[in-house]
């Protein structure tokens, strides 16, 4: 009896092919040489200085709506030609754009964009504030219709020292300044654009700053090397390291023990939601030390799709809706640091006016160039006369049965007998008086 391990050997292999026909034979080379040049031709993602792959490249198609990311090796999958041209983006590179499918390497540029290093006494300021520039591209999808959602916001953390008992902080983001950018779209093609909705789709809210984590070995000994931490079936941690900068990409659902990056999602990741993907990246610098800490984060971004996000949460939905697919992109740049007193924090804490006034709003939208697909639903949004449209609204009669709001004379005598009239007709909606 053969042992099972004789049906790989490349003799026994050759042996089984001599029973096929030549004709088979051949189409079968051909299939296996034209599979192995389109693995081969893969477009690869590079730095433009570095020339090293980059990973997770995530990808928007021509209508500004992200379709897939690349592999840890940087190469891009086959895409169909009716999303070209592509928009790639990596967290703190320059947006690149690919206009055909013919390009087989293909090289992105860093942002030129550091903070200035701060130095302080964190014994006089233990608390430190970091204000942040957030940039969203969202989308909720049916089989009727679309929602796209672009927007920006400036949002802050509060990170208190270590030893600091007297504060605790937030490490979730406050939004201090936002603006939003919806675009609906029906199964039949037809638009249409608005700067607010009833509906609350995306995850942004949820994307909090990770808390401490410790470097592997290998990342701590070596001054420029990247190191690989494997889930069951895939990585789940790539470590990059250049001097005292550090980027980290993470793969929450390749692992379960990856659910400390994302501490405000992962109460949610086992539960009744579908995650297909839940891709985070950050980068830190400064990291002279034996862990990452959210003191040191620079950059982050993330990548949700979902199948919905629970009935819970989305209130709008009936036993008539069918499945909804959210997908959500974050870009968060770290704009400002600043170590302040207790006192100082806890008056930031309370008033949002003065710690959006006290920031050091830096980062303008010009550093970071947007698509021609967002700017052009910017312009369509700001153009929007609201004042018109609300002028141009007819009055609901049916409010208040048709009738005109009581007079100030209105007079309480005529109590007792409004309360009689209303238990004889059946009404209990009680009428406050004037």
Request: with cysteine; hydrophobic share 35%; aromatic share 10%.
């Amino acid at each position: 009896m053969k042992h099972k391990a004789d049906k790989y050997n490349p003799i026994f292999c050759i042996k089984q092919l001599k029973k096929f026909s030549f004709p088979v034979v051949v189409v079968f080379a051909i299939v296996l040489i034209l599979s192995i040049n389109i693995v081969a031709d893969r477009s690869k993602v590079i730095d433009d200085e570095s020339r090293m792959p980059l990973a997770r490249v995530s990808i928007f198609d021509r209508t500004g709506k992200m379709i897939a990311t690349g592999d840890d090796n940087g190469s891009l999958p086959d895409l169909y030609p009716g999303a070209y041209p592509l928009t790639l983006r990596s967290l703190g590179y320059s947006d690149k754009k690919v206009s055909s499918p013919g390009d087989t390497v293909i090289e992105m540029t860093r942002m030129a964009y550091d903070l200035p290093e701060v130095k302080v006494d964190t014994r006089r300021r233990p608390i430190l504030h970091l204000t942040g520039y957030l940039r969203e591209i969202s989308s909720m999808s049916s089989s009727f219709d679309t929602v796209m959602l672009y927007r920006e916001k400036w949002v802050d953390f509060m990170i208190p020292a270590e030893k600091e008992k007297h504060f605790k902080g937030w490490t979730d983001p406050r939004i201090l300044k936002s603006k939003s950018y919806y675009k609906f779209t029906d199964a039949w093609g037809r638009d249409s654009v608005s700067d607010r909705i009833n509906h609350h789709f995306s995850w942004s809210d949820w994307l909090s700053l990770p808390p401490r984590v410790n470097q592997p070995k290998m990342i701590v000994r070596n001054r420029q090397i990247s190191d690989t931490i494997m889930g069951k079936y895939s990585s789940a941690e790539v470590w990059r390291r250049d001097s005292t900068k550090i980027r980290v990409d993470v793969d929450v659902l390749a692992d379960t023990l990856r659910g400390k990056w994302a501490p405000r999602l992962n109460s949610r990741l086992w539960r009744d939601l579908d995650f297909k993907r839940l891709l985070l990246t950050f980068e830190y610098s400064d990291c002279d030390t034996f862990s990452v800490k959210p003191q040191n984060i620079d950059r982050m971004s993330c990548y949700i799709e979902s199948m919905g996000r629970g009935h819970e949460m989305f209130r709008f939905k009936t036993r008539y809706d069918n499945i909804l697919y959210i997908t959500t992109y974050v870009d968060l740049v770290i704009a400002d640091r600043e170590y302040l007193t207790v006192k100082d924090a806890k008056r930031m804490e309370k008033d949002q006016l003065f710690a959006l006034e006290e920031a050091s709003l830096v980062l303008q939208s010009e550093k970071m160039p947007r698509d021609s697909v967002i700017n052009d639903l910017i312009a369509r949004v700001n153009a929007i006369d609201h004042d018109q449209r609300r002028l141009g609204m007819e009055i609901d009669v049916r409010v208040g049965n048709g009738r005109m709001p009581l007079p100030p004379t209105y007079k309480k005598k005529d109590k007792f007998a409004r309360a009689i009239k209303s238990v004889v007709s059946g009404f209990s909606i009680k009428k406050h008086d004037e």
